[in-house]
């Protein structure tokens, strides 16, 4: 019974197949791509409400703003390059691009314009909290979503996922020990890191496996896939 309950509890190790699951990276059922657009849009919301709360970027920026630093290039090209550095390391974790590849850098950014200028900007520290909070869920459900559509991960979380192909290391394991190590090394170049930061680089990874189980739940067939190709640990 423990076991049991220990199981339904514990965020997801992998990422699960679902009844939506593309059988393409580039092709996919309309329902397929709905579940898609509403995870990315899920994921931008989330996105918008960190950006919200005023209490710190994310690990990523810091990063960004730290090569600033550091260089003297402005952080949009920063923030470029580093992407294009993920990308790269996709080669040897033998991880694919698809449609949500292109997708997730669409979808997130028209998600993150449009609801960032409707919310509040509190200033209150305990609604900047909840902001971060809900914020780090939401981009949780909306990885959740995306990515058992199975039409390829963005550049960030497709190094996680192929770590974890590759490593059988959970998930939440590998994305929380990349955003941990992001900030570390943004830091350490110069970025500026706040409590809103912290709080992403340590609740990130078991939100999105908390994402992936709730989707599991719902429409999970029992079958896990870290990737379009290989199997992974049960989740």
């Not at 952080?75 to 997730?104: K, M």
């Not at 994305?175 to 830091?187: F, K, T």
């Amino acid at each position: 019974m423990l076991t049991t309950l220990r199981r339904w509890l514990a965020p997801a190790r992998t990422v699960p197949v679902t009844q939506w699951r593309a059988s393409s990276r580039w092709k996919a059922s309309p329902s397929t791509l709905v579940i898609l657009v509403v995870g990315l849009w899920i994921f931008g919301t989330g996105e918008a409400l960190l950006v919200d709360s005023q209490l710190g970027v994310s690990p990523w920026t810091v990063l960004a703003e730290g090569v600033y630093e550091q260089t003297g290039i402005g952080i949009g090209w920063a923030t470029f390059l580093i992407s294009l550095f993920v990308l790269l390391l996709w080669i040897p974790l033998r991880e694919r691009p698809g449609l949500g590849t292109l997708s997730n850098a669409v979808i997130i950014a028209l998600a993150l314009g449009v609801t960032a200028p409707l919310l509040p900007r509190p200033d209150a520290v305990g609604w900047q909290v909840a902001e971060v909070l809900g914020g780090i869920a939401l981009i949780g459900l909306g990885s959740g979503l995306y990515l058992t559509c199975g039409l390829g991960p963005g550049p960030r979380d497709g190094w996680m996922t192929g770590v974890h192909q590759r490593t059988g290391v959970p998930i939440a394991a590998v994305r929380a020990l990349i955003e941990i190590s992001v900030l570390a090394a943004g830091w350490a170049l110069g970025g500026t890191v706040g409590i809103g930061t912290v709080a992403f680089a340590l609740l990130i990874g078991p939100s999105v496996g908390y994402g992936l189980r709730l989707v599991d739940r719902v429409g999970g067939t029992g079958a896990t896939f870290a990737s379009q190709d290989s199997p992974a640990t049960d989740a």
